[in-house]
């Protein structure tokens, strides 16, 4: 569930530079896209119960390219440069990079919080017995 949930944030973090060279947006996508297609495979297989189908969750690369590509454009478009990953230090509480930790923070909200609340709103049964 957190290979398909957390892929692209994880990759970003590792290797921002990836996702803002025009070589690889290509060969992003296509990655993606065969994860989801493998989770698509994987419902087909096993077949649509009405249970937690957690191969769903393959699609979330698919999810999180696509966010990080419209929050890439507007912070692109609003402030004239690409997101960075700022350093970490004890000082560095008003900085240039305020702007930079708000976009990770929104987009790792939506990365997560999106698909598990649908998912928890989908099988709530699961939610409960979670607790």
Known sequence: ???GLLLV????????RLFFT???????WIVAGLIAF????AVLHNG???GPCFPLFLFCPLFALF???IGCYLFRKRYRRNPVIPEVRATSYYDEWDKDRVFLFLYLMIIVLGPTSIFFYMYPSFAVAAR
């Open 38 to 41: 493998a989770g698509l495979l």
């Open 67 to 69: 966010v990080l590509r």
């Open 1 to 3: 569930m957190c290979v």
């Open 9 to 16: 944030p994880f990759v970003y973090f590792a290797f921002p």
């Open 48 to 50: 649509l119960f009405p």
């Open 22 to 28: 025009k070589s690889m947006e290509r060969p992003c």
